[in-house]
């Protein structure tokens, strides 16, 4: 599973993508931790002050999760923008990755940490799809247009379903360093989500 403020692919580069191990899951799996950290992804360095503005927090509360992150790895000082006693922060890596060791790990913290992680990231897509539906009037018409919400059921082994989603994810990497055609009236960042989740049948027995 990835997660990103892009999506990664399985094969992204190293210096690009982190992968969580129990420490670091545990240290980022907090629902305002995750908001602070897209939102760094998204919209580049910021103060807490700034952060705490966007996201309807306290300055306070922004500042401590910001230093967890810090203590973690996954965020870090931007000395380039501060001023004075104005503290600045950056993300680290472009995105993140779950090693599959983490869903057979026996210990009942990291087990709730990766509930909280894969809640948070649902909580954060149907949080932008209805952002997206509240104001897809606003765009200009050739946006609302390509905008695309679309569901498929397909029948899959685990093997076939690994496959689909490294090729999905390889065709959509392929689309992150495009060069922006020349003469472009409307360039916007566009957010990827995909889940790819079974489903038990009624009239079948249990896989």
């Known amino acids: 599973m990835a997660e990103n403020s892009d999506v990664p692919a399985p094969n992204a580069p190293v210096q690009d993508v982190r992968t969580l191990d ?38 306070g509360a922004t500042s401590y999760h910001l230093r967890q992150l810090a203590s973690h790895g996954f965020v870090t000082d931007d000395p380039e923008r501060g001023k004075g006693r104005e503290r600045w922060w950056k993300a680290e890596d ?29 909580s954060i ?3 932008e799809v209805s952002t997206w539906l509240g104001t897809m009037h606003d765009w200009p018409e050739v946006w609302a247009t390509k905008a695309d919400l679309s569901d498929f059921t397909l029948r899959l082994t685990p093997d076939l379903l690994a496959e689909l989603e490294s090729r999905v994810h390889d065709l959509i990497s392929s689309y992150e ?16 989500h995909l889940h790819a989740l079974p489903q038990k049948r009624l009239d079948t027995p249990d896989a």
């Open 22 to 59: 129990p420490r670091s899951l545990r240290g980022l799996a907090h629902p305002l931790r995750m908001r602070l950290l897209i939102a760094l992804r998204h919209h580049g360095p910021a103060t807490a002050s700034r952060l705490a503005d966007r996201l309807g927090e306290s300055s």
């Open 94 to 122: 472009k995105g993140i990755m779950l090693d599959d060791a983490l869903h057979l790990d026996p210990d009942p913290e990291v087990r709730g940490a990766l509930n909280t992680f894969f809640y948070e990231v649902a």
């Open 125 to 127: 897509h149907g949080q």
């Open 177 to 192: 360093d495009l060069p922006v055609p020349e003469g472009a009236e409307s360039v916007a960042q566009v957010r990827v």
